[in-house]
């Protein structure tokens, strides 16, 4: 049914098609409208047997969700940020113990300094966590990445997390299609949990194991990924006959036929560099678009198989991995067999909006230095650093480039 | 593609009004995307919102910079932020006030623009008690901008208040909209 929706409740309305039977959740923008509509949904019966658990925090946010998931249940929370931070070591327990836990990363910057904007930072700095990591360009496919998600979890045992972008995804009202709760169903089967912490029949799940062992388990939660890799164009292509749409899958390339130049991007920004494509195109650019949906596992083959033409990558991350530059371009490296020169643009830090203009701008460039920072105000920052050099109390950096960018003091 | 642009303060409806927007879109079968501009949004502090409304699905996510259409929800924001910069040339501009255009010593965007204003927090205090006037803008936005049906706006108005207060909230704001469309479409013909 089509509906036009905030991007919060087109999710809420889908995770609960999924049929959470425990929902547990710590407020934080821009993820609460997510957790806040399913409480509705919940309160009003509408989803049962399903219990909301508000708790003190995002580690005993995810500490519940790994305790209803290892009891059997099927759990989900939803966090952003510092939350994500916040429950950090729960998220390498929810992943080692290899419990099919659902979460909503509504993306946002880490500080300090504060920002409640969207950037990539908080999902990428849990890139390595043993969960796998699905990105939504727009709200109807971080609705349908939901559904596929407990799928994924379920049957391989092991805990995904959708990201999709806070505030521009999140707080976007735009028209989605809801499936019916029968489709849902159809595509859904029963959660029917590997282990089970069951009083009938005591068991340990992951006690101390050393080293005549870790590697083994180790190796398992890899080789479980690498299973992943397979699987999800399997689930997409199932997806996509059962629904009559495109989600998921490992990555969409957007015409990348005969394209000199790829640009590598992932979530809702792709939407705007598709458009300044075409843009570029019309006017006899040879450019095209990679989106990664699936940014773990990391689809070594799938990307390098789409970037094998390109003779040219650009590496759009709404993400800054300091003292190197690009984390999904380090990734994209590894995927090229040739030499092929890979630019990383780093953009959208901390909510600045990232516009046809200036990407037009850094796409068409001859010349681009290996790390870009789109937009930067480079007289702002010369200054700052000139005040530093002079000045060895020079104080607060963060409150140097607020005041050069507003004129006014601050304090 | 019709890009629209609310500027407003914090308390008044803003977000609620570009969501409402792109509802009465959908309902007219288009493709339309509202958003806000996500500031640390506080009661009385300049907020802006977003609507995109096409025939075709809408993929680009930067801020509306260019708009074909502006609401001024609060005309004392005219002082204080570059409400007009980027509207395209012959673009509609609609401000909620009790003056005109001259009064406002705007007449000379007379000129360059389609402009209209309304009383929107009269009409909203008359009709809903407080002064939100971003329904009542909605009502003479569609009879000004000739984009939306006010069937379609009074549709989207019950849909975003739903059974609240028992449908007082939907019916009053539904009412200051028809009233705010009956004196735009007067102004234009008078």
């Known amino acids: 049914m089509l509906k036009q929706l905030e991007g919060s409740r087109a999710v809420a309305e889908a995770v609960a098609l999924c049929r959470p039977e425990v929902i547990c959740a710590y407020p934080i923008s821009p993820q ?3 957790v806040e509509a ?21 580690f005993a946010a995810m500490s519940v969700a790994i305790g209803a998931s290892a009891a059997g249940a099927r759990a989900y929370t939803a966090t952003a940020s510092q939350g994500l931070l916040y429950m950090a070591e729960a998220l390498f327990n929810a992943s080692g113990l290899g419990l099919p836990i659902v979460m909503t990363v509504a993306n946002r910057a880490i ?8 950037d990539h930072s908080d999902s990428m700095s849990q890139r390595d966590c043993g969960w796998i990591q699905l990105f939504a360009e727009t709200n109807q496919e971080a ?5 596929q998600a407990f799928r994924l979890a379920e049957e391989l045992s092991i805990p995904v997390m959708v990201c999709m972008d806070g505030f521009i995804l999140t707080h976007a009202y735009e028209r989605v299609d809801m499936p019916t709760q029968e489709q849902v ?20 799940i992951c006690a101390m194991v050393g080293p005549e062992a870790f590697t083994e388990v180790r190796y398992l939660a890899h080789a479980k990924q690498m299973q992943a890799l397979e699987l999800i164009p399997d689930w997409a292509a199932e997806f996509r006959h059962a629904f009559g749409r495109d989600a998921g899958g490992l ?5 990348t036929e005969d394209a000199d130049t790829i640009v590598v991007a992932l979530g809702s920004v792709l939407g705007t560099v598709k458009d300044t494509v075409d843009e570029m195109r019309s006017r006899g650019a040879r450019i095209g678009v990679l989106g990664i949906a699936c940014f773990r596992p990391w689809p070594l083959a799938a990307v390098q198989q789409a970037l094998a033409g390109a003779k040219r990558v650009v590496v759009l991350e709404k993400s800054l991995a300091v003292g190197i530059g690009g984390i999904v371009s380090t990734n994209v490296r590894t995927a090229l067999i040739r030499a092929t020169p890979v630019y990383t643009v780093i953009a959208g830090l901390g909510g600045r909006p990232i516009t046809k203009a200036s990407l037009a701008r850094v796409f068409s460039a001859e010349n681009l230095d290996q790390t870009t920072f789109l937009d930067l105000d480079r007289p702002v920052v010369e200054r700052v650093l000139a005040r530093e050099k002079e000045l060895r109390r020079s104080g607060p950096r963060a409150e140097h480039v607020l005041r050069e960018k507003h004129g006014v003091p601050t304090r | 593609m019709f890009q629209i642009r609310i500027h407003g303060r914090g308390g008044q409806g803003v977000v609620t009004a570009a969501e409402m927007l792109s509802i009465a879109a959908f309902r007219e079968g288009k493709h339309a995307q509202a958003f806000p501009s996500f500031g640390s949004e506080r009661t009385g502090a300049p907020v802006v919102a977003f609507c995109r409304i096409d025939d075709k699905e809408i993929r680009l996510r930067e801020p509306v910079m260019q708009p074909d259409a502006l609401i001024i929800q609060d005309p004392t924001l005219l002082h204080q932020v570059d409400v007009f910069a980027g509207l ?20 000379e965007l007379k000129e360059k623009f389609k402009t209209a204003t309304v009383a929107a927090t009269e009409l909203a ?32 108005i019950r849909d975003k208040f739903g059974d609240k207060f028992a449908g007082r909230i939907a019916e009053g704001n539904v009412a200051a909209a028809a009233e705010a469309f009956e004196l735009v479409c007067n102004a234009e013909t008078a």
């Open chain 1, 32 to 34: 609460t409208h997510i």
């Open chain 1, 38 to 58: 399913l409480g509705e949904i919940v309160a009003s019966g509408a989803l049962a047997p399903c219990e909301f658990i508000n708790v003190e925090s995002e």
């Open chain 1, 111 to 118: 500080g300090a300094p504060i920002n409640i904007w969207n």
């Open chain 1, 143 to 147: 609705l349908d990445l939901h559904i």
């Open chain 1, 185 to 204: 169903d159809a595509y859904l089967p029963k959660f029917s949990p590997r282990q089970v912490l069951d009083p009938d029949e005591p068991v340990s």
């Open chain 1, 251 to 255: 990555v969409h390339a957007y015409r």
């Open chain 2, 88 to 107: 395209v040339p012959g673009g509609c501009i609609l401000i909620n006030t009790t003056r005109t255009f001259e009064d406002l010593g705007l007449a």
């Open chain 2, 125 to 156: 205090l008359k009709h809903i008690g407080r002064p939100v006037p971003n329904a009542a803008l909605l009502g003479a936005f569609s009879a000004f901008s000739e984009q939306i049906s006010l069937e379609a706006v009074s549709a989207a």
